[in-house]
């Protein structure tokens, strides 16, 4: 089993910057990739951004450029780095482990921009 715990959400305004972190846990050996999700209201969680193990980076068109995606191994710890803010990024991000065919999911973070 994978915990995940995430951390860093919060309220900010329009331009503004928020750093989550996710902190995993458990048998995080052979973890393949990790990510960022999200869920705005009345919508499907989507992809925000992914990082595998070889550092390899992608990033939802709607974030490239403001956001950006990190791991440090060390401390088992996967981060994102939003700047920019805009009330569209406004939802529950989720952080995400991929490990043997199997996805591990965090309890969420509320993400929220004011305009």
């Known amino acids: 089993q994978v915990q995940l715990v995430e951390s860093g959400g919060g309220l900010v305004q329009a331009g503004g910057s928020l750093r989550l972190s996710c902190a995993a846990s458990?048998?995080?050996?052979?973890?393949?990739?990790m990510g960022w999700y999200r869920r705005a209201p009345g919508k499907w969680r989507d992809v925000v951004a992914t990082i595998n193990n070889d550092g390899n980076t992608n990033y939802a068109d709607s974030v490239k450029g403001r956001f950006t995606i990190s791991r440090d191994n060390a401390k088992n710890t996967l981060y994102l780095q939003m700047n920019n803010l805009k009330p569209e990024d406004t939802a529950v991000y989720y952080c995400?482990?991929?490990?043997?065919?199997?996805?591990?999911w965090g309890q969420g973070t509320q993400v929220t921009v004011s305009s």
């Open positions: 458990g048998d995080i050996f052979s973890i393949t990739s």
């Open positions: 995400n482990a991929f490990k043997k065919a199997v996805d591990y």
